[in-house]
């Protein structure tokens, strides 16, 4: 590819940076026609030409029908060869494990899921998240471009490996991105599953910048930041682990060994705890019922009894919003966001625990630091994980390491490893 190599000997000129961004602002339909890159760039008709040129060459674009006409000629429009490559996601939680296949625009293509526990360790856990993909990938001859993987716990996002994560025995240190790179020789990137689905809510807005928070109130607690669209992971990716923070007053024993740990007293499986304590203890109504029955009682079903007017739901449920929004109310001070979406298990009892932390929030916070924050609910997407993956490997693909890899015309894990 001669093209390529002229470019690739030139890096980082003025020549390959207009490249990316004319191939990225198609592919993120900024612009469709040579006169709108044109018009956007401002570079001149003749430099458009080539550049559009040497990217249909290397691959990433190619013509496709008439744009509308102004007057003149018709310009012909220009797209993404979104089809080239296939991005694998796999999102592992606590108790499942969810995988999916999109194209390079990200369009989910085939997805599945299973319930499994993320405590049977990392060699089972991955075995059998490789073969759900593979049995996706089975009738799909297109290369895997990518691999993003979210884990519910702490990642170092540097090295994929996870880091003392609570609720996940054997993992520790775990080179989850090798095995992904052993199977599909691609560029893999791990990261915290709460920072993924903050990064879903960024695609989901199409805002290009926001301060958010996304917090996750399912059976453990954990907050996902983004800095002027960025996500911010700290020194170790520990950033936004706010389920291990100490709440006064408390002295129940947490999941990590540690006492008065905000998931210890607001998390999901505490709930279950103090539902069953409550019900044993004579409490009554549809959840005590339910148990009654020899229902297992979790998150899910004590947020279905609260919304349901279940009273002793309704009180946990309120119990775990107020803890919540105390410690959310900390870090709006500290971080000062414009949205904080509230998603997870416990939380979709919607506005019963939604109303509690917008009261605490802005009883404990700064009005300077509230005055133009919304807090809102998640939608309810099941493939929000999936969408976070995308856009972490969109992210990583075609801003932070395309400059490494488009003289190939495909990311190479070689490019990517490589030393600097
Ligand atoms: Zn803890």
């Known amino acids: ?74 310009p012909r429009t220009l797209r993404f060869r979104s089809e080239r490559g296939r991005i694998v996601i796999c999102a592992l939680g606590a108790l499942h494990i969810h995988v999916g296949v999109s194209d390079l625009d990200g369009e989910i293509l085939a997805q599945s899921h299973r319930d ?69 020789d691609a560029p893999v990137w791990v990261d915290n599953d709460v920072n993924i689905l903050a990064l879903g809510e960024r695609a989901r807005r199409r805002s290009a910048a926001p301060d958010l928070i996304y917090c996750k109130i399912g059976t453990g607690i954990g907050a996902g930041l983004l800095s002027h669209g960025r996500i911010h992971r700290g020194a170790n990716g520990a950033a936004g682990d706010i389920g291990h923070v100490r709440v006064a007053d408390s002295e129940h024993l947490c ?31 549809p959840l005590a019922a339910q148990a009654g029955r020899g229902q297992a009682i979790d998150p899910e079903a004590i947020s279905v009894a609260a919304a349901d007017g279940d009273a002793l739901s309704i009180s946990l449920i309120q119990g775990s919003a107020r803890v919540v929004g105390e410690s959310i109310a900390a870090l709006v001070n500290m971080f000062n966001p414009s949205v904080i979406v509230i998603g997870g298990a416990v939380a979709s009892a919607g506005e019963v625990f939604l109303a509690e932390v917008r009261q605490r929030v802005y009883e404990l916070s700064l009005p300077l630091a509230t005055r133009d924050l919304s807090i809102v609910n998640s939608v309810n997407d099941p493939s929000a994980p999936l969408h976070g993956g995308v856009e972490l490997v969109q992210e990583q693909l075609f801003e932070a390491t395309f400059p490494r890899w488009f003289a190939d015309g495909r990311p190479t894990l070689a490019q990517l490893t490589a030393v600097g």
């Open 1 to 74: 590819m001669a093209t390529g190599s002229v470019l690739r000997f030139g890096a980082q000129t003025d020549e390959v940076t207009s490249l990316l961004r004319i191939v990225n602002m198609v592919r993120a339909g900024e612009a469709a026609t040579r006169p709108e890159i044109g018009r956007l760039t401002g570079l001149g008709r003749g430099v458009v030409a080539q550049r559009v040129d040497q990217a249909i060459e290397m691959g990433y674009l190619e013509d496709a029908a008439f744009g509308p006409s102004s007057g003149g000629r018709a």
């Open 255 to 285: 999941r990590c060994g540690k006492v008065g740990c905000l998931e210890a007293v607001a998390g999901g499986w505490a709930l279950v705890r103090d539902a069953e304590a409550a019900i044993a203890g004579g409490a009554t109504g």
């Open 116 to 184: 499994w526990s993320i405590a049977r360790g990392p060699a089972d856990t991955l075995t059998t998240a490789l073969e759900m993909v593979d049995e996706l990938l089975s009738e799909d001859d297109t290369p895997v471009w990518a691999v993003a993987v979210g884990l519910p716990g702490p990642v170092d996002f540097t090295t994929g490996r996870p880091v003392a994560p609570p609720i996940m025995p054997g993992w520790n240190g775990f080179d989850v991105r090798r095995r992904f790179e052993q199977r599909f």
